[in-house]
């Protein structure tokens, strides 16, 4: 149990928007950053030339700290997104795609810089691809993506589907890296995967169906119903 001192938080708070006005870059992580009302304090003790920098799954955006972000110029969107449709329903449980979308325009129509944060794993070792050909599709450039290898926990990685799948996955990479801009960030995160498939690793294909099954049975949900994961592992 972590036990949280009211008073140094209360204090850290203070000390925080007192000198708000002072800050030059501010990065506003979370948990979910978009629905922490201290971030909407924040952003009103700002000065207005203030470069932010906001990491969001986008999941709600009617609050006052989208509100208070938009009013900036300077901003750069990190959006938390792995996939489309039923799937990023899925890995992203109690978020709607439609709705995402549509967060997504509003924040388009902002003029910000916005950027995809990409996890590549075991439930979208090819989508992920099919998802950054999506959004170019809606006219973001390769420099807008960067996909990292999920390590942990490592039944979810990728690594561990079977011997076929990860040769196919190599040649699709190796082909992707040859098409990419080697100046952006899709492609270093494509080179990037690569060597993630080559370095070793001590298969835990036995446990991905049971933790699968185990988050189902948190979530009310049957991953057979959205993935077929069974013919990668």
Same mark, same amino acid.
């Given at each position: 149990t972590i036990e949280v001192n009211e008073k140094q938080l209360a204090q850290t708070k203070e000390y925080v928007l007192a000198n708000a006005p002072n800050l030059k870059n501010v990065y506003l992580a979370g948990g979910e950053p978009? !629905?922490?009302?201290?971030?909407?304090?924040?952003? /009103?003790?700002?000065?207005?030339?203030?470069?932010?920098?906001?990491?969001? =799954?986008?999941?709600?955006?009617? @609050?006052?700290?989208?509100?208070?972000?938009?009013?900036f110029k300077d901003v750069h969107?990190?959006?938390?997104?792995?996939?489309?449709?039923?799937?990023?329903? &899925?890995?992203? &449980? @109690?978020?709607?795609?439609?709705?995402? !979308?549509?967060? !997504?325009?509003a924040v388009k129509q902002l003029d910000h810089k916005i950027s995809f944060n990409m996890l590549w794993f075991i439930l979208n070792p090819y989508s992920v691809f099919d998802t950054v050909d999506y959004f170019k599709a809606l006219g973001y450039s390769e420099n807008s993506f960067v996909i990292g290898a999920l390590t942990s926990p490592l039944a979810f990685d990728v690594r561990n589907c079977n011997s076929n799948t990860l040769q196919d996955l190599q040649s699709h990479l190796k082909m992707r890296i040859?098409?990419?801009?080697?100046?952006?960030?899709?492609?270093?995160?494509?080179?990037?995967?690569?060597?993630?498939? /080559?370095?070793?690793f001590d298969k835990q294909s036995n446990k991905t169906i049971?933790? !699968?099954?185990e988050m189902d049975k948190r979530r009310g949900? =049957? &991953?057979?119903?959205?993935? /077929?994961?069974?013919k990668y592992l």
């Open positions: 978009l !629905l922490m009302k201290e971030n909407s304090e924040l952003l /009103d003790r700002l000065d207005p030339s203030c470069t932010v920098r906001i990491n969001t =799954n986008l999941s709600n955006i009617k @609050g006052p700290v989208f509100k208070r972000a938009s009013k969107w990190t959006i938390s997104v792995e996939t489309v449709g039923a799937e990023f329903e &899925y890995i992203r &449980y @109690g978020a709607v795609w439609d709705t995402f !979308l549509e967060n !997504l325009e040859q098409g990419a801009n080697r100046d952006y960030f899709l492609h270093n995160s494509y080179v990037n995967m690569l060597k993630h498939l /080559d370095e070793n049971q933790k !699968l099954e949900q =049957n &991953y057979k119903n959205v993935f /077929d994961i069974d």
